[in-house]
């Protein structure tokens, strides 16, 4: 390979490399999928609740908000409380949805942000070009403590101990008592280092610049 083509190599490779890094900051859409055998949860054994109309058994550092559960309220628009990252029991997870609603005809889950400090990073929803939400209701064992939707994946892995976190979930037309939202661990992906990256343009960048100062003396 001539300096020339080299150099030309380096820059093609720098710029997909700047392009990659540049994709870590992207809002990650999360993906809705139904449950249907009982494999999340229970809530009990998946600790920790973020949101909920009933009584949860999180850990004692670790709260949640607990809304109004009485009567057919038409919208729901909740946050959880701001949590560190150092409160976690784990890093990577989905994010499980045990629906009350047994009739199909209308419970519709709006969205759902993951807020890490300050600034929306996984979203389901508004953020995902689905502002109509959609259909959650008609679930046969409503209420027993499993997810029947989960939300992800989320993985915390990487952000430092103090980076705050918090969930917000809008749902509409539930009909029958109060939804729950609880954390459900998963195994911990690898995580892109966007710095790994610029490392390896800069030390393209200067073999590249050291070869066509080379060429120049010669």
């Not at 199909?104 to 996984?122: K, P, R, T």
Request: hydrophobic fraction near 40%; aromatic fraction near 12%; charged fraction near 10%.
């Amino acid at each position: 390979m001539s300096i020339k083509e080299f150099g030309k190599l380096s820059a093609v490779a720098g710029a997909v490399l700047l392009a990659f890094a540049g994709q870590a900051s992207a809002v990650t859409v999360l993906t809705l999928t139904s449950v249907t055998d009982h494999s999340v949860g229970p809530q009990s054994e998946s600790a920790p609740c973020i949101i909920a109309g009933t009584t949860c058994q999180n850990p004692a550092t670790f709260a949640y908000t607990n809304f109004t559960s009485t009567g057919a309220i038409p919208d729901y628009d909740e946050f959880s409380p701001t949590y560190t990252v150092s409160q976690f029991p784990f890093l990577s997870f989905v994010v499980a949805m045990d629906v009350n609603t047994t009739s199909a005809a209308g419970e519709y889950l709006s969205y759902f942000d993951v807020v890490i400090n300050g600034v929306i990073q996984y979203s389901f929803g508004s953020l995902a070009n689905n502002t109509s939400g959609a259909l959650v209701g008609g679930i046969a064992n409503n209420g027993n403590g499993y997810g029947d939707w989960t939300l992800g994946n989320i993985n915390l892995t990487g952000l430092a101990p103090t980076d705050t976190v918090q969930f917000h979930a809008k749902w509409q037309n539930a009909t029958d008592g109060a939804e729950s939202f609880f954390l459900f661990s998963t195994p911990t992906p690898p995580v892109p280092e966007p710095e790994t990256y610029a490392l390896m343009l800069a030390g393209l960048g200067v073999i590249g610049f050291m070869a066509r100062r080379r060429k120049q003396q010669a």
